[in-house]
């Protein structure tokens, strides 16, 4: 991980935490890996230089808790962020050289096509499957004097699991792949084979054929074990 890109990435968590709106999000994605390194120390895990990624993901479960008003493309236009707009449903961006902010929501009901206004946060979000996975149990890991919060390890992987299946490009879906059964592997060295097999079990079974299925019966027979002890 570049110093100047994880350096921007603690910029914006710590403009969040001054502005009061961090506790209203949960960091989700590739950063995860970064920040999951205290989680997992003394355990063998994954080498930080590997974890390249521009995207910058925050998960709003609840977008109708936000009561602080922030406008967030202000709040990190002086960081070189500028706005974009993609795909014909207006789905709000912040961009910049190192890193893309983007905002999610879990995707409810039927689903919808349309972007979800963050009216609060200057900003629109994007509404996913799965996402609700991701929230469900979550760990706060401290960054300076204030905590981050992040999905369970358990979560994100089982999560990466089924998402990966669903990716297009292939580079993209072997990197997901990967990356969740090495989480995995180290979580059961943690001790914590318990604590997957409960989070496996708490998902609806359609979700567990996804994740069984993203396994390999012969490489991964000890996450494969630890799923059905």
């Avoid at 967030?72 to 902010?101: A, M, R």
């Avoid at 409960?198 to 359609?206: D, E, N, T």
């Amino acid at each position: 991980m570049e110093k100047k890109q994880s350096e921007l990435c603690f910029e914006i968590i710590r403009r969040f935490h001054q502005a009061g709106i961090l506790d209203n999000m949960i960091l989700i994605g590739s950063w995860c890996v970064y920040f999951y390194q205290d989680y997992f120390i003394g355990i063998p895990y994954i080498d930080q230089a590997t974890i390249k990624t521009r995207d910058l993901d925050f998960l709003i479960e609840h977008p109708s808790l936000v009561h602080k008003e922030v406008n967030i493309p202000e709040l990190l236009k002086d960081l070189g962020f500028v706005t974009l707009w993609k795909g014909n449903e207006g789905y709000l961006k912040l961009d910049h050289p190192d890193l893309l902010l983007e905002f999610l929501v879990p995707e409810r009901g039927k689903g919808t096509n349309k972007s979800v206004p963050l009216p609060k946060l200057g900003m629109n979000a994007v509404a996913l499957r799965f996402l609700s996975f991701l929230s469900m149990k979550t760990i706060k890991i401290k960054v300076e004097n204030f905590s981050l919060t992040l999905p369970h390890p358990a979560n994100f992987a089982l999560h990466k699991l089924i998402i990966f299946q669903r990716r297009l490009k292939a580079e993209k879906a072997l990197k997901d792949r990967n990356t969740a059964i090495e989480i995995l592997k180290a979580l059961i060295l943690k001790g914590e084979s318990k604590t997957i097999r409960s989070v496996f079990s708490a998902i609806p079974k359609k979700w567990q054929n996804k994740v069984i299925k993203g396994l390999d019966k012969d490489e991964d027979k000890i996450i494969l074990e630890a799923l059905q002890e």
